[in-house]
């Protein structure tokens, strides 16, 4: 009988031997996903920040594009009370809207043209503006 207790033994012995070898496996399978888990964790923080500030960006753009807009329509009054001031311009109000928003897109990096259009402007209509004036008013919004 002691052939047959030993051979238990021995054989629940190698059965909790394979046991405990595959706890440690999902010990460390489980450690493992702890890891991912922590990582993917942080991956979202980061692209959450990430949306976040391209977010803010957009605000800032929209409001630098009101801002444009606001100044561009001031900008246009001021005009068109120059215009009024003088007697019957017969500058249509759209064409100087046209020209003002093609020169919006220009200022930036073409100022030169700028005075070049107000120029052109000034050639455009049949009673003559007061280039200084309008030069100056218009420099007010660079």
Known sequence: MSTLNNETVAKLNEALT???GAYEDLQNENHSLGNDF???KKEKEELLQKVKNLE????VLNNTDEEKSTSMN???GK???LLGNKSNSNINSNNVVEKITVLDK???NEN???DESIIKINQESENKIDLNRMTSLLNGFK
């Open 79 to 81: 005009i068109e009370s």
């Open 106 to 108: 220009k200022t930036s």
């Open 56 to 59: 803010n960006n957009i605000n």
């Open 112 to 114: 030169e043209n700028f």
């Open 18 to 20: 394979k046991l405990i």
């Open 74 to 76: 001031s900008m246009l």
């Open 38 to 40: 922590k990582n993917l």
